[in-house]
């Protein structure tokens, strides 16, 4: 694939850490790894994907291995992308068909995804000063998307990570399935079990379960 950087696959460039962004040493020096592994993936921080005039954000952890760490684009190639995608489509928030491939035409329609942590981390893993450090680019991201009213975190991580950058005190903002919390500016913070593999196949997420969510953001956008 071309190595464009984030910023030239960026709705939202201003927001992007660069292709070989040195803050985190031990995030770098396991994409430095995978490099060398696979040189033809994409290897660096995975930019956000969508719509720069959306009200929905949706907030991923990290890009997973041999999904958005080799593709570039986040949750495409991976099974976790399957559900996310197919719900997004169903829900009248994305057009074309989802190929997992970043060259397939699907876009976002109102929605965009940004990451909590925009480089592979070991095991799926970012410590706390990554996900710290990361938080730059995040509430820059939020800046640069003035439009977003409604934020559904995907996972405990993503969760936190959002609840900070709404001005959240995490400590008070209880992850769970379905939770919904009133930031200071108006802004709503929804969160969802994360659609991985492993959620999935444990049953402790379904297709249903996972829409509701979603459905729910609407429902916040539109109300009645």
């Given at each position: 694939m071309p190595f464009a950087t984030p910023a030239e696959r960026s709705p939202i460039p201003q927001a992007e850490?660069?292709?070989?962004?040195?803050?985190?040493?031990?995030?770098?020096?396991?994409?430095?790894?995978?490099?060398?592994?696979?040189?033809?993936?994409?290897?660096?921080?995975?930019?956000?994907?969508?719509?720069?005039?959306?009200?929905?954000?949706?907030?991923?952890?990290?890009?997973?291995?041999?999904?958005?760490?080799?593709?570039?684009?986040?949750?495409?190639?991976?099974?976790?992308?399957?559900?996310?995608?197919?719900?997004?489509?169903?829900?009248?928030?994305?057009?074309?068909?989802?190929?997992?491939?970043?060259?397939?035409?699907?876009?976002?329609?109102?929605?965009?995804?940004?990451?909590?942590?925009?480089?592979?981390?070991?095991?799926?893993?970012?410590?706390?000063?990554?996900?710290?450090?990361?938080?730059?680019?995040?509430?820059?991201?939020?800046?640069a998307l003035p439009n977003v009213r409604v934020l559904v975190a995907l996972g405990q991580i993503a969760h936190?990570?959002?609840?900070?950058?709404?001005?959240?005190?995490?400590?008070?903002?209880?992850?769970g399935h379905g939770a919904e919390a009133l930031a200071p500016d108006g802004r709503i913070l929804l969160s969802?079990?994360?659609?991985?593999?492993?959620?999935?196949?444990?049953?402790?997420?379904?297709?249903?379960?996972?829409?509701?969510?979603?459905?729910?953001?609407?429902?916040?956008?539109?109300?009645?």
């Amino acid at each position: 694939m071309p190595f464009a950087t984030p910023a030239e696959r960026s709705p939202i460039p201003q927001a992007e850490a660069p292709r070989d962004c040195p803050l985190c040493p031990r995030l770098v020096a396991f994409r430095q790894e995978c490099r060398a592994e696979y040189p033809d993936w994409w290897n660096g921080p995975v930019p956000a994907f969508g719509d720069r005039a959306a009200w929905l954000a949706i907030v991923g952890l990290a890009p997973g291995k041999h999904g958005a760490n080799r593709t570039g684009r986040p949750f495409t190639g991976d099974y976790a992308g399957e559900l996310l995608y197919a719900t997004l489509l169903k829900l009248g928030l994305a057009e074309g068909e989802y190929r997992a491939d970043p060259g397939d035409g699907f876009r976002l329609t109102g929605a965009i995804i940004l990451n909590a942590v925009k480089c592979l981390p070991p095991a799926n893993r970012p410590e706390p000063s990554e996900i710290k450090t990361c938080r730059n680019y995040f509430e820059a991201a939020l800046v640069a998307l003035p439009n977003v009213r409604v934020l559904v975190a995907l996972g405990q991580i993503a969760h936190v990570a959002a609840a900070r950058a709404l001005g959240l005190p995490p400590a008070s903002t209880k992850f769970g399935h379905g939770a919904e919390a009133l930031a200071p500016d108006g802004r709503i913070l929804l969160s969802s079990y994360h659609c991985s593999r492993y959620n999935q196949n444990t049953g402790r997420l379904d297709a249903a379960m996972f829409e509701s969510v979603f459905e729910r953001a609407l429902a916040l956008r539109c109300p009645r």
